[in-house]
């Protein structure tokens, strides 16, 4: 599997669990955590970073990934979600990923301080919560 389609697969799995960010999609099912979708209009949610380690290959199935994920560190305008990706036939872990992520004004592009109400949906998928 391409690096491209990869970044696709913890896009995918970024907005199934937290909604599609706003300006960017629209809802359709209510995500587990509605974070993207919760956002106040002029507010984009934005991928700083992506760091992607690939430990075995990813063989292209007729069945999705598996796509695990949960928060790393939250910080007062940021916050990291990890990923492993596993082969869906064998269980093998694949892919160690996380994503750096911030909203930004959209108006002014500013980084803008997570809520106490934002920071209160991602903390109960932090690591130390999901084990």
Same mark, same amino acid.
């Given at each position: 599997?391409?690096? %491209? ?8 799995? &970024?907005? *199934? ?6 300006? *960017? ?12 979708? /919760? ?13 992607? &380690?690939?430990? &075995? ?16 560190? $939250?910080?007062?305008?940021?916050? /990291?979600?990890?990923?492993? $990706?596993? /082969? ?8 160690? +990923?996380?994503?750096?992520? +911030?909203? %930004?004004?959209?108006?002014?592009? &500013? ?5 106490? /109400? ?14």
């Amino acid at each position: 599997m391409n690096n %491209v389609q990869l970044v696709r697969i913890l896009e995918e799995a &970024r907005i *199934a669990a937290f909604g599609p960010p706003r300006g *960017a999609g629209l809802p359709g099912i209510e995500p587990e955590v509605p974070l993207f979708n /919760d956002v106040p209009e002029g507010t984009l949610a934005l991928v700083v970073e992506h760091k992607i &380690r690939y430990v &075995r290959t990813l063989e292209y199935r007729n069945v999705p990934a598996v796509v695990q994920l949960w928060i790393g560190a $939250v910080k007062g305008a940021s916050f /990291d979600i990890h990923y492993l $990706v596993q /082969d869906p036939v064998t269980g093998e872990d694949c892919v160690k +990923a996380s994503s750096h992520l +911030a909203f %930004v004004d959209e108006a002014t592009g &500013r980084v803008l301080r997570l809520t106490p /109400d934002q920071k209160a949906k991602l903390a109960p998928y932090t690591r130390s919560a999901v084990g």
